[in-house]
């Protein structure tokens, strides 16, 4: 059978095991297909089943995959920030509060539409290599550029072959950031999504206290008069709570509610200092949350109550952060991550299983924004985004519950292949859309400038420029 895809993009993917993320039963076999295969055809699964099944009714198509592989839906990266793929790796030192001021804030006048472009470049192509095939990015800078900066990161996911749910982190509070400006940037980004064939926009708010009042009326006004969904971070750190509480007299998930934000699909990022009446807020309103393992640990931040929103029926994602934060792009880190954290947090090897997590990475990374009816499962109709992990590498050599060998076992090396809209975007783990390398080179330079114009050299002693840049 032939190695290539069929002309309209028709094939069968087969594994060993196909892990299809659907159903909700107690089974332990629920959503899991052995010996299984998923035929693709124009963008769509058409049918999930047995391969030997599969291969007989379509003995002319392609088949991709083998024989010991694992077939999982691509993960669903619910939340990121493609505006720090240039300054990874720095400013260490401090807690959340803090960096924003020492990293975020000097960054962001800074930033052109040509480093979101090639920053989205970098970052997409690690993330696609983790089998992320969704990216919900909110991309924080300084608006009123010309151009303007956020459609740079939607050329890049077309150019990657990655879905995106793109966003601009608006807040008011810096002085380069006029309300003007804000709204323009806003609509710069929503034109370049509708004009896209992977990404759709959504109304970023970089959080309640980064706006004025005169602004959280305009986004909400946005997303809901415009039918679009809210990112938003929302109780990231105890800070937050207390500086919010101080200026409104009630949590930002109160003020949210109470001035109509959640009558938008919304997306809040982190969580982890929400009390019992903010958690009855977010299930009640439907609110997606985004858990981030790797930078809560990072930055200190604190530990989201994933257990207990799932409980109260709070759907909950995963996601990597920005690469100023975490600061790699990797889906497969945050997945084990957050099984790690949730049980030294509570102290029990039962406080999660392996597939709650992967859970979490495909088809509740899906709910959470709102897309479970097109995406996040391999189920006939949706749309053909799926990975293949290489079932002959060392890690997966013996397969004994493949939930456990994915979310403890697998790592970035282990990703063969990448599918997003019945494409490959990684064939034998190359990005295929880019040259790597040239994306590569060309990084060095601009994260140079960045860091330089930034005043980011206090922040490391090690913080240089690359050979050749001066």
């Not at 709204?183 to 990404?199: F, G, Q, T, V, Y």
């Amino acid at each position: 059978m032939s190695a290539a895809t069929s002309p309209g993009g028709e094939a069968i993917v087969r594994g060993r095991y196909v892990l299809t993320a659907a159903g909700a039963g107690s089974d332990p076999d629920d959503g899991l297909v052995e010996d299984g295969a998923v035929h693709v055809a124009d963008g769509r699964i058409v049918a999930v089943g047995r391969f030997a099944e599969l291969a007989a009714a379509h003995p002319d198509l392609a088949v991709h995959g083998g024989p010991d592989d694992l077939v999982t839906p691509g993960f669903v990266n619910t939340h990121g920030h493609f505006s720090e793929a240039l300054i990874t790796g720095i400013a260490e030192q401090y807690t959340l509060w803090e960096w924003v001021a020492a990293l975020i804030d000097p960054v962001a006048p800074h930033l052109t539409e040509e480093m979101a472009h090639v920053g989205t470049l970098l970052a997409g192509a690690q993330m696609l290599q983790t089998g992320i095939t969704l990216a919900n990015d909110m991309f924080v800078c300084d608006p009123g550029g010309m151009p303007p900066v956020t459609p740079g990161v939607v050329r890049a996911l077309d150019e990657l072959g990655l879905r995106g749910v793109v966003s601009f982190g608006a807040g008011d509070r810096r002085p380069g950031s006029p309300m003007g400006a804000v709204m323009d940037e806003h609509a710069a980004l929503a034109e370049a999504a509708a004009a896209s064939r992977l990404s759709r926009f959504r109304v970023g708010v970089g959080a309640v206290g980064a706006q004025s009042e005169e602004l959280f009326a305009a986004s909400t006004a946005l997303a809901v008069d415009g039918g679009y969904g809210v990112h938003i971070h929302l109780h990231e750190i105890r800070e937050e709570v207390t500086a919010t509480r101080q200026r409104y007299g009630h949590t930002a998930v109160e003020h949210c509610a109470h001035h109509g934000l959640f009558a938008a699909p919304t997306l809040a990022a982190h969580c982890c200092w929400v009390d019992n009446r903010d958690r009855e807020l977010l299930a009640q309103h439907r609110v997606g949350v985004a858990h981030n393992p790797v930078s809560n640990m990072i930055l200190a931040s604190g530990v989201c109550p994933v257990a207990d929103l799932r409980a109260r029926g709070v759907d909950v994602g995963l996601g990597v952060d920005g690469p100023a934060s975490n600061d790699r792009q990797d889906m497969l880190e945050a997945i084990k991550s957050s099984v790690l954290l949730a049980r030294v947090d509570a102290l029990q090897a039962t406080a999660m299983e392996a597939r709650d997590a992967f859970a979490m990475a495909t088809i509740g990374g899906a709910r959470a924004l709102r897309l479970d009816d097109e995406l996040g499962s391999l189920e006939p109709g949706k749309a053909a985004d799926l990975v293949v992990f290489d079932g002959t590498s060392p890690a997966l050599a013996n397969i004994h519950d493949p939930y456990q060998a994915l979310v403890y076992c697998a790592g970035p090396r282990d990703v063969k292949d990448v599918w997003v809209a019945g494409q490959r975007s990684v064939i034998d783990g190359d990005v295929v859309g880019i040259d790597l390398a040239d994306v590569v080179g060309r990084s060095r330079p601009l994260a140079a400038e960045l860091v330089g114009d930034a005043g980011l050299g206090r922040l490391s002693r090690l913080v240089t420029a690359p050979a050749g840049v001066s």
